[in-house]
């Protein structure tokens, strides 16, 4: 879209003022239907404030804390977003959304509480009678128009996306010589960060349920699949191949971002885990390299040979497409995580030299080091332990998946890490 003048002219000055009109038409447009959605917006907001929050914290229904949990900030947001559409319903939309964008924080409460809020809600709603029966009278009254508190609560999250959309119209289709155009640029730039936060919440939150699904179907404690900064990539069925011959025997296989785990199926006799696995080998993905091995299956699928510093497998698919997925799962999370701590070993590496050197500047002017001098005992100590530190982590993955999340702890045994037997 470009607002410089055309060609000169009877014809290009028609133009020109054709094409105004047309962004005159959208414009009006879009503030009609903002000021519309945002009227009802606030009747919503306003009937969660008064015939919930107000008569829980009147009636005791809740505890305090219960209420905070489940409404977190909708009073301030119904409070700001009344201010907002005064200035709208008078057509100051820039003037209106410059004052709305400094209060986005009580809307940051709010989505990262969302989730929460969910859980906290069903969880009243199971146990607390009183509370059950007092949603249900409320949402009777005919001003809830049918509309149940679970679809209320998620009404700022939706007007956030909403407002992005509108003000990104309402940009495009004010001339930048308007004052208003850079009040509203600046609010899509403001709006836009708290809908990217929503969307990483909501990545988040799946992922954690994905992590939680994945922890259930594994028999016992001792394989830990929630850890933070994990990510669930995949899972599926592959044939694992040994290295003498034998048959190929099929294994449950779960990708997440910084392992692979090799998992088979429970006993189905089994009175209470038949429906489950048992985790055999967690292979952390730091130094690990995958490529495509062709030539041994005749027209379908393929194999896929991994190799790590103390382990190597072979695994095949007779499903061409399912084997290329897992190839490039598999390719996208060793370079994600490889990439992410070469750059950390850098950062380490830089914090470490000049204590070395102040070490050194420090032990020379005094006596000579002799190759069986105690000081260089000592010194040699920590490499000692750094070189031990893997075997005596190896029946703890969780613990090393963690250390090598943190990025201001990668320490250079990761190098020397191997699968661990579960």
């Known amino acids: 879209m470009s607002f410089s003048p055309g060609p000169s002219g009877p014809f290009g000055c028609t133009n020109i003022q054709e094409q ?222 040994p290295p003498k011959g034998a048959e190929a025997k099929p294994k449950m296989f779960f990708l997440f971002s910084d392992m692979l785990l090799q998992a088979k199926r429970c006993s189905a006799l089994h009175p209470t885990s038949g429906d489950k696995f048992t985790g055999q080998h967690a292979y952390p993905l730091q130094d690990c390299t995958v490529e495509k091995v062709f030539g041994h299956t005749k027209s379908q699928g393929g194999l896929l040979s991994l190799t790590f510093p103390q382990a190597k497998l072979l695994l095949m698919s007779s499903n061409q497409e399912d084997l290329n997925d897992w190839y490039q799962s598999l390719s996208s999370a060793i370079r994600k995580l490889q990439s992410k701590n070469t750059v950390v070993h850098k950062r380490d590496d830089l914090c470490r030299k000049p204590l070395r050197s102040a070490t050194d500047s420090h032990n020379t002017p005094t006596t000579s080091s002799k190759p069986g001098s105690k000081r260089n005992m000592v010194s040699a100590e920590p490499s000692e332990r750094a070189q031990t530190a893997p075997a005596e982590r190896e029946d703890s993955a969780p613990k090393r998946m963690k250390l090598s999340d943190a990025p201001v702890q990668s320490r250079p045994e990761a190098a020397g890490s191997s699968c661990v037997i579960l």
Request: with cysteine.
């Open 20 to 241: 105004r009109d047309r962004w005159e038409r959208k414009r009006s447009r879009t503030a009609r239907e903002l000021v519309q959605t945002e009227q009802r917006y606030c009747q919503q907001l306003e009937l969660v404030t008064t015939y919930f929050v107000e008569i829980l914290k009147a009636k005791g229904t809740l505890r305090q804390d219960i209420r905070g949990s489940i409404f977190s900030s909708i009073k301030p947001i119904h409070s700001v977003n009344q201010s907002l559409l005064v200035h709208l319903e008078n057509g100051y939309f820039g003037r209106g959304f410059e004052q709305f964008c400094p209060q986005l924080q009580h809307y940051n409460t709010y989505v990262d509480n969302i989730h929460n809020a969910s859980k906290v809600l069903g969880i009243q709603l199971k146990k607390n009678k009183a509370f059950r029966r007092f949603k249900k009278l409320q949402e009777d009254r005919p001003e809830f128009s049918n509309h149940k508190l679970e679809d209320l609560l998620q009404l700022p999250v939706q007007r956030i996306q909403q407002y992005k959309h509108f003000l990104q119209d309402l940009t495009e289709n004010t001339s930048p010589d308007n004052p208003e155009f850079q009040q509203l640029s600046r609010a899509v730039t403001a709006v836009s960060e708290v809908s990217q936060r929503i969307q990483d919440n909501a990545r988040s939150h799946e992922n954690h349920l994905q992590l939680r699904r994945v922890q259930k179907l594994l028999k016992g404690r001792k394989t830990k699949v929630l850890a933070a900064g994990r990510w669930y990539i995949r899972e599926g069925w592959l044939k694992t191949v």
